[in-house]
């Protein structure tokens, strides 16, 4: 047998020490752009994320609701596979019909019935005016005004390279201080050929589409423009069984990018289904593979054509793997081999393919100890399964409110084909649960919790991009002693206590 000389960890034995930052390194400036599919040395990826984060491809977190709420943030979900390809496919087809908005060719306010409606119209000086309602999550009242002076615009081209100029033409008012949904939009994107103007936030998320009149008066057209660009990002999972039907009827749905979803991906199974789609669709279709472990794991599905590479087994929260089967690997060593194999990769082949860390991350923390590690991203279940956008249901027990999250092996979601040895179709022994999670909320405010502690540490390692992050993070193992001293500790808690 093969020994590996160095145990393995997992995210809570490490922390990251601080290292010089500049006054530039304030959490504002920091981007968490990332690719999401292989690129060349000297190209982009044709994809990529505002924000490190993928919902897991399991029944209790990623349906179209979650991909929206998810999408907006900058991230994206892979719609589960454990249904059938029809409703898996409306799945997707629903979440890119998904509309943010257009511009009426009305010039009057009309009273307020479409979601996330966009009304043209002019000010008492004669200038051009916009006035936008919510996004569709609210009801409908205006947010605010875009008139005619002081407007930061982005141009951008059609390669999605934004120019920034200051133009004296147009100003974002506020209607109602009190609404957050546009408050954030403070860039506008205007984009002649397609004659539309995306409103984006400062992390460049679309917010809002206002499109000409005349454009929105050919219906057909407004259709074809929310083109495969302006459209949600979302993703699917796939398996290694029916892919030649699963496939197809996913990208006709708009499926921007696909996973095989496997628990075990070192297997010929894998390379067979990437060459098959592949070959038959394009490279233009862009195909994540996983999960793998080590670094021989990562070399055989970069060789077999995988768009990324997913890393992890058995970390994940409601994963039973190792107990039953005795398979796995510590989280943290997993994520530092694979990337360490990544990046070898990419300086002998001058591919770049991102990887992604698959399950595990219990706290916040253990996101950026992830990038920090060398993931481009991360995927998430019980994460996500936490919010009000996840499809399960939620109840009150004793008093406290849970949702349910349950595991792609268990029982309950019969995903045989994520366990497939090429045996029977069916699930042989369960290798995960049913299980419980603490209600947390939006997905929204979440979201926003977690990335502003995200940046507030890269800020304290000194780092503005991922990439600078990966490279300039130092991270040291704890002694379990240590781990107790990072708590509070020797002190009583005031919350033990009831008042007399
Ligand atoms: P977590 O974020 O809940 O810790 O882990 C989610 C990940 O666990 C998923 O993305 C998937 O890779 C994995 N998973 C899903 N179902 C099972 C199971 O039933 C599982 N064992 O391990």
């Known amino acids: 047998a093969y020994f590996f000389e160095e145990p393995s960890h997992t995210f809570g034995e490490y922390l990251l020490v601080p290292g010089y930052s500049s006054d530039r390194c304030i959490p504002v400036n920091v981007s968490l752009q990332t690719p999401l599919v292989k690129f060349k040395k000297g190209e982009e990826s044709k994809i990529k994320i505002n924000i490190p984060m993928t919902s897991a491809i399991m029944q209790a977190v990623s349906d179209d609701t979650m991909a929206i709420a998810l999408a907006k943030e ?45 009304l043209e119209l002019k000010d008492e000086t004669g200038h051009s005016t916009m006035a936008v309602t919510d996004d569709g999550t609210a009801t409908g009242k205006l947010v ?56 984006v936030d400062k992390n460049q998320r679309l917010r809002y589409m206002v499109f000409r009149k005349d454009y929105t008066d050919n219906k057909q057209n407004r259709n074809e423009v929310i083109d495969n660009k302006k459209r949600y990002l979302v993703g699917a999972g796939i398996n290694t069984r ?42 233009d279709v862009k195909v994540g593979a996983g999960n793998v472990v080590d670094a021989e794991g990562f070399r055989f599905l970069a060789e077999a054509g995988a768009d990324f590479i997913k890393v992890g087994i058995g970390g994940g929260s409601i994963c039973i793997t190792r107990e039953t089967k005795g398979i796995g690997r510590g989280q943290a060593t997993a994520v530092i081999d694979v990337a360490k194999a990544r990046d070898e990769y990419y300086r002998e082949t001058g591919v770049y393919i991102p990887i992604c860390s698959d399950g595990g991350i219990v706290h916040d923390y253990h996101m950026t100890l992830a990038l920090a590690m060398g993931a481009d991203f991360m995927m998430l279940g019980r994460y996500f399964s936490r919010f009000d956008e996840s499809p399960t249901n939620r109840v009150r027990i004793n008093g406290t409110y849970l949702k349910e999250y349950w595991g792609e092996g ?74 107790v001293e990072g708590g509070s500790h020797d002190v009583i808690l005031k919350d033990k206590f009831s008042h007399e």
């Open 74 to 118: 900058g991230g994206v979900s892979f719609i589960f596979g454990s249904q059938s390809i029809e409703q898996q496919a409306e799945m997707v087809s629903r979440v890119k019909n998904y509309k943010s908005g257009f511009v009426s060719s009305d010039s009057n306010i009309k009273p307020t019935t479409t979601l996330g409606e966009i």
């Open 144 to 199: 605010g005004i875009v008139t005619s002076r002081d407007y930061r615009i982005t141009r951008m081209s059609m390669d999605q390279t934004a120019e920034e100029f200051m133009t004296p033409f147009a100003k974002l008012v506020y209607a109602d201080a009190d609404t957050t949904n546009l408050s954030q939009a403070n860039d506008m994107i205007w984009d002649n050929k397609l004659n539309m103007l995306p409103l």
């Open 242 to 283: 029916d892919y030649a039907e699963r496939v197809p009827a996913l990208l006709n749905a708009g499926a921007d990018v696909l996973c095989i979803d496997s628990s075990e991906g070192f297997s010929e199974w894998q390379s067979i289904t990437l060459k098959y789609i592949h070959e038959e669709f394009g490279d």
């Open 410 to 483: 268990s029982n309950r979601a019969r995903n045989w084909q994520r366990y497939d040895m090429g045996g029977d179709k069916k699930l042989s022994f369960e290798e995960g649960v049913d299980s419980y999670v603490p209600y947390a909320g939006s997905l929204k405010d979440n979201v926003e919790l977690s990335l502003s502690k995200m940046r507030s540490t890269m800020c304290n390692c000194g780092a503005l991009t991922i990439k600078e992050f990966q490279q300039k993070s130092k991270l040291t193992l704890v002694s379990s002693t240590s781990i």
